[in-house]
């Protein structure tokens, strides 16, 4: 662009006026005008220097309204003139009207917004990762939100599922599992339930598949005939359960009818999608089941492990289903014309009459969850929504960082757009041009977010093993790609936008008159001061949230477990029923095996039991009863729930395998056949039978006998953080003939765990063949998947936080170094009036200390305030400790004087002498 | 005599293109070259020569570049683009059509003579 006006000399009168006036008559954009004047400008002072008078030079050049008019049809416009400059005007073709379309001009203005980011590469790429570090965190966690908390179940109409409890007991304050009786009496509800689906609760149940080819353990579901119609699932082939395969007529006779429908994997990987499958009879566990349907892909338990196959749960009354037995897991559909709240209401009612008619039923009442809140419980859609919103603050940071890159370079522009608005450039066309440009850098920071959220939901997913539920798994999808666009949307406005429309205000008159360097409008100084101050707060605030975490984790870490988790291998051998029907003989075949394995090198000790600990409550089975004056008494309900305890079947030197101290009395070890019926106690529910006693040789019920108490051990955890319940342990001896025991074998050896599997699969394969070492695992494993959820979180948290760090860090760095830029003459004269170095460095140090203690106290409401969302992750750590606050802060402190420094050092080093001769 | 403004506007593209094929020059230059080299015809009017300019640059005849002259001013200087040589020969060709039929029509040819009258 030639010279403009402001720097030339006045022209003569009579030419001013004729260009003014051509200019008032053409009406076209600031470019086109800056253009015309510039040539009218160089043609009259070119006819005076050649020596011609004013008046005939006007006279001359013509009428200035006709002139005006027809150049006006003819100027090349903004778009194409900007795009490469004076030096290559390209002609557009065709006729125009005297003014380019709004369509012509935004595309114009896109055109020209992207090559002018192509000319700053380092520039646009750096806004753009900037975005990008944002939009990415923010697409992945909302990925896993996505699919855990707002993607409907896999069911069809899955909002009118519910998950059913009983609550038992006058004071039933806790969940229940439902007895078989409470389920047929609701499969009467039929004014409230489409329809009601049982599952076996102690899920898990292996089978083995024999016959044809390799032998394969299979995990079976029991479930009732209403399961998959409840679901509203049918199968591809076949049919699902009949009512009498579940419901009688007649009594309760334990095992399932040998039917079974088979799950889509399973028929496509063991049976070649065999379409002939339907009536085919398969070996489950040497027993002959006919296969009668198959479900579709995708079909998968709503509580528990995937399944296989199913089974038949025998529901009809006797036996197991009795009014004294909590062992089935419900879900049911309510009917079309049937809220919740209404179903809710009409409960009391049908559990007050079936009370009535069935007074052994106790005293109990029935809750109703939905299914999706049941299956995702508080702690993780609470810790889903708290990473949700930490993320959040990081985008927010992200934003204004790319804002921050944004306003530096706008600033060299100022002049550019002052002088834009002086020729008359309307403040809106001002901020389209700018946000054309901006339009560019969010759509790539987007794009290339996007792209980092697919790499991040593939680290998230493998972080949030055993964290999220089985239902839900996170994929992208219309709603992602369409928070994706929201997300675009917010940060275009946030740091498009607002820049555009603060640089665009700038007064043409103040900044044309300023020397040659932009000087920033004071909003501009204070909006960028403002940015650093957002980014300290950000800062503060996730640092908090990940110390209050780390602090949990800590304290999870050292939470007391009741047992040594190093150097034991668990896995379990299935004893097929056909081969080991007795009782005696599974008992026989454990004690040899163990035998066996306690005899390999390295070996200390060997065990087995029917439950590991840490991976959380099962069985909870049985009353636990005192002898005292020849009378049964219940234990306290505050110990035992239900007067229950979790029933753990053992066998050999389990409590040494384990490492679980036996605090008193005899060892396992020390009987032999024959000998009474004995049980051990764990130590709280010792101390309840008989507090500061010895509870030895004293005679109780549990697990369906009278035992006497052989010893007590200690309390051990259920899950990672050391949640311990009342538990028995009863031998295998005792219990042998009860059922086919799936028993977890246990072994404490100091060799390196696939060495001793090795080991150990050579004695299995020795004593019987046909056997498989199935599910071998470290006990150090299953404590890593118990605190899953607690590293999960802390460990985003952590990365979200590190990442605000990093934002604020490079904010800070370039708040202040644009300031030393601007201010390099103040400074340079300060410096030539016998400041010293130190007071220099310090007046920058204390710019950035300023603004990052702003934001600390506002990054501190903010923690505060958001703590109360992670008082539920929290564990052994309350949400206000001081010292994680205080530390969160100083932190940000000492970041704001780091990024302050290298600023600060540069201002130091102005040399007043060069400064005051530029 | 002057030519009339729809006579200048029909002819000064070629007029024009017909300087600019000589030599690049900037927009006074041109104008000055104009009145000059066409007998002064073309001096009433100069704004055509930049109407006719800033159209011929949107059609990509011509196209300019801005550099400094001997005299150390900064000028934007004209010329033609391919495509503007291509659209000159054509022109050009169609000028000399244009004329020739019009003098096969006796355009610009002294007028009738009078019969002579036998005196």
Redo the contacts between chains.
Sequence with gaps: MSRSHDQRGSLPPEIEGLITSVLDHAKVDSSARLRLESDLRDHFEDGLAAGRSAASLVEAFGPARTAADEMARVLPSEGEERALGVASWRAWSGARDRRPSAVATLFGELRNGARSLLRTPRFALAVMCTLALGVGANAAVFTVLEAVLLRPLGYSEPEKLVRIHELVGPEGDDYDYLRGPTVNEMRTWTDLFEGVGAMYTYRDIGRDLTGDGEPQRLLAMPVSSGFFRTLGASPILGRVFDEDESFGPGEYEGGPPNVAVISHDLWSERFGADTGIVGRAVQLDGRSVEIVGVMPPGFTNPIGSPADLWTPQDMRLGGSNHWGNHHLTAVARLRDDVTLDQARARLAPLVAGAREREPASGEWSVVLVPLQQDLVGPARTNMLWVLTAAVALVLLSACVNAGNLVFARGLHRQRELALRAALGSARARLVTHLAAEYFWLALGGTLLGLALGLVGVSALLEASKGVLPLAAQPSLNAQVFGYGALVTLITMALFGVAPALLLSGVRPASTLGSGSRGTEPKGMALLRSGFVVAQAAVAVALIAGAGLLLRSFVEVRSAELGLETDRTLTFEVHLPGARYGEGADRHRFHQEFQRRVAALPSVTSVGATSRLPLVGRYHVWGSIFRLDSGSFEYLDRSVARSGAADVRVVTGDTFRALGIPVLSGSRPEDFREGDDPVVWLSRSVAEKLTPGGAAEGLTVGAAGAVRRVAGVVEDVASDGRGTSYPTVYVPHRDMSEDRNWPLTQVVRSSLDPAELENMIRAELTAMDPGLVLYRPKPVANLLDEARAQDRFALMLMALFAGLAVLLAAAGTYGVLAGMVARRRKEIGIRIALGAGRRSVRWTVLRSALGLTAFGSVLGLGVAWFGSRGLATLLFGVSTSTPWVYALSALLVLALGIVSGLLPAQRATRIDPAAMLTE | MKLE?EWLRGAAPLAIMTLLDRQEM????L??AL?RDSGNLL??????V??AL??L?????V????RAAETG????YYRLTEAGERWLETHVRQWQLLAEALHRLGVGQAGPQPEAVPT
């Design positions: 403004r900037y927009g006074y230059e104008c000055t009145e001096g009433l009017g100069q704004s055509t930049y109407t800033y159209s640059e949107s059609r990509g005849l196209a300019v570049t801005e001013r900064r000028r934007k």
